[in-house]
């Protein structure tokens, strides 16, 4: 079985980056250096930030900001199926439909 690395943006959002490996351990690995590189990015971001910040409060609400979008950002490993065998995708069960029913309304009082 093969494994693709997928980034869920946001910790939500799947985001296929198209990388397949062979090992579930090599998929794993790919996910930390990429977690890594969220990381180095973000304190570096951080270091010039808290040198060129004129306000104290303004500087924690750029890096709370900053934070969520830089390290928001979770890679995952899934199943992937090879090229030589058959992927099947279940068919999605259509949701039950909803009528529409007007809803009563009081009699007007006279």
């Known amino acids: 079985m093969k494994w693709m690395l997928v980034v869920l943006v946001s910790g ?3 985001v ?3 990388l397949v490996f062979d090992k579930f351990s090599e998929c794993l690995a ?3 250096q990429m977690r ?4 180095d990015a973000f304190e570096a971001w951080d270091r010039t930030a808290a040198v060129n ?4 409060r303004d500087y924690r609400r750029a890096r709370d900001v900053q934070a969520r979008r830089m390290l928001g950002n979770v890679g995952t490993c899934i199943p992937h ?3 030589n065998q058959p992927q099947i995708v279940a068919p999605q069960q ?4 909803q009528t529409s029913q ?3 309304q009081p009699s007007p009082r006279t």
Do not use: F, K, L, M
């Open 53 to 56: 910040a004129d306000r104290r």
């Open 81 to 83: 199926a090879d090229g």
């Open 102 to 104: 007007p809803t009563p």
């Open 94 to 97: 259509p949701g039950t439909p």
């Open 16 to 18: 296929s980056t198209n």
């Open 12 to 14: 939500v959002t799947p």
């Open 36 to 39: 890594q590189h969220y990381i």
């Open 30 to 32: 790919a996910e930390e």
